[in-house]
């Protein structure tokens, strides 16, 4: 082990969990500063009268990285928390409300197409053939960092090879005629704040990933996960200190030492990670006259993903003979142009594409007895758009449970007994993401990998960057494994017994 370092995190979500853990188990003085009443940053868990809604994640996939993270602290994980695999994956809608039940096995997969567009059956094998190509290629380059213009130069060759540059949507539509089915097989990069009709099909890594390891329900939800990891951190040595902001970051010359809160605290450190928004932390906690790259114009000029208005609520009665699953997709008919005002827009669109989940279908643990949870999520602009959500949020959410009456919930807003809702300037005030992006930057060709925030700075020696904003970008995986190359970038040193 490396000489044992002071370690500030600042943040508590997946990413600064995953980072503290690794380095608490070398035996590194850790403190995670988080600014919420308890961990989990995104992935904060609300309880509300007896429902445990998840704030943020919810599709849980590649287990080994949390295996992983347990073994690095000599632990086992299925002690920790539990995870029950999920078949379908999801149901996914289209706007007639006839679904399709996207399945692991490849065989229940062309079942299901054969009810749709037989003819797709050949086009969807092929395509997944170059999925696993896509896979095999790129996912070795997922917990290693990108620090150097030559790391990207070694994947480019494999990315024109494979077309992999191509937007998604024009990728899938390579081999599916069906236009419904084209929808179906491009939704992913929605998972990670990406349009599916720009995002570079390098992303379809996701697809496989799911199919490799499957999609996972966290038992007691995705604030289980957090729970565990924050006992296994504190298990370790570490410490959490809740309720406290950090105001800035302490710099001298080319070094950070330390964090200053808002209350005036100091907290000094060998190394600082940043669980925070990677454009937040250069844009509110180092002065930009200390910057030499990532100016606050560079910063506010970058592409930005979408924001999310979601709703959760709990109803007095079940819903078990509705046609919904546990995670559910339902498409809009004119979803290219809803796409284009989500991403691109400037005002509110009038259409609607959701993501309903519906845990309580896996585990009623969750919610008091004869219950039902919800979770349902509409991608929105982010907080570049002109438009004034304290006008229009509640007339928003009014409209998403309507249109959920009409077509799946009959008799749904006279049977809700609790509910609370989050839109885009709780991305920005209270995640202080920047412009209220849900997934940071968009997961373009030119903002992924080297062309990222480093998970080391660029200029400050000892500042590390975890979470969705840095490599290798949204999702539970990716923000975990930054977590893993943030860790080894600062002690590369073998953890011997978990200690």
């Known amino acids: 082990m490396e000489k044992r370092k002071k370690v500030v995190v600042i943040g508590s979500g997946f990413g600064g969990l995953s980072s503290a853990i690794r380095l608490a188990a070398k035996g590194h003085d850790v403190t995670i500063i988080e600014k919420r009443d308890k961990p989990g940053g995104r992935a904060y868990q609300y309880e509300i009268d007896g429902f445990k809604f998840d704030g943020g994640p919810t599709v849980i996939t590649a287990p080994y990285i949390f295996d992983e993270i347990f073994e690095a602290a000599g632990k086992n994980r299925e002690e920790y928390f539990k995870l029950a695999p999920l078949d379908p994956f999801y149901r996914i809608f289209d706007s007639n409300g006839k679904h399709f039940d996207y399945m692991r096995n490849e065989q229940d997969v ?11 059956k050949k086009g969807y094998l092929k395509f997944t053939k170059r999925t696993i190509d896509i ?28 077309g992999a540059y191509m937007g998604t949507h024009s990728y899938v539509k390579r081999y599916i005629k069906h236009d419904f089915l084209r929808k179906v097989f491009s939704f992913h990069p929605l998972l990670i704040g990406g349009n599916p009709f720009d995002t570079p099909s390098i992303y379809l890594l996701i697809m ?38 950090v105001d800035r970051i302490m ?16 907290h000094k450190a060998n190394v600082v990670v940043s669980n925070a928004d990677a454009a937040f932390t250069y844009r509110k906690l180092i002065p930009e006259e200390s910057r030499k790259k990532y100016s606050n114009r560079q910063i506010d000029r970058k592409s930005y993903s979408s924001s999310l208005f979601v709703i959760y609520f709990g109803t007095k009665k079940r819903y078990l003979d509705s046609k919904l699953s546990h995670h559910n997709i339902i498409v809009s008919k004119a979803y290219r142009k809803l796409m ?22 896996s585990d009623a643990s969750i919610a008091p007895d004869g219950c039902e949870l919800f979770y349902v999520l509409a991608l929105v602009p982010n907080m570049k758009a002109d438009i004034e959500w304290e006008k229009v949020a509640k007339e928003y959410k009014s409209k998403i449970l309507d249109f959920l009456e009409e077509n799946y919930l009959p008799d749904l807003q006279e049977n809700i007994i609790a509910e609370h809702y989050i839109d885009p300037p709780h991305f920005q005030n209270t995640l202080n993401s920047h412009y209220g992006a849900a997934f940071s930057f968009t997961p373009s060709l030119m903002q992924s990998a080297y062309f990222r925030p480093h998970n080391r700075s660029e200029q400050f020696k000892n ?7 840095t490599h290798p970008g949204a999702g539970v995986p990716a923000v975990l494994s930054s977590g893993k190359i943030a860790a080894e970038l600062i002690d590369p040193s073998p953890i011997q017994n978990g200690r």
């Open 135 to 162: 896979f095999n290629l790129f996912h070795p380059y997922t917990d290693k960092p990108f620090l150097r213009f030559r790391n990207m130069l070694k994947i480019m060759p494999g990315v024109i090879r494979l």
């Open 251 to 266: 710099i001298q010359g080319e070094t950070v030492t330390g964090v200053k809160l808002k209350d005036g605290t100091a």
């Open 340 to 361: 284009k005002e989500i991403f691109k827009g400037t005002k509110l669109p009038n259409d609607l594409s959701l993501y309903m989940h519906m845990p309580t279908r």
């Open 463 to 469: 500042l590390y960057f975890v979470g969705a904003g």
């Open 110 to 120: 062309l079942k299901e197409i054969d009810r749709w567009n037989p003819a797709d």
């Open 208 to 245: 496989q990933f799911e199919k490799e390891w499957g999609v996972h329900y966290a038992v007691g939800g995705v604030g289980s996960i957090i729970q565990a990891l924050a006992r296994l951190f504190e298990e370790l040595g570490g410490t959490i200190l809740l309720n406290s902001e």
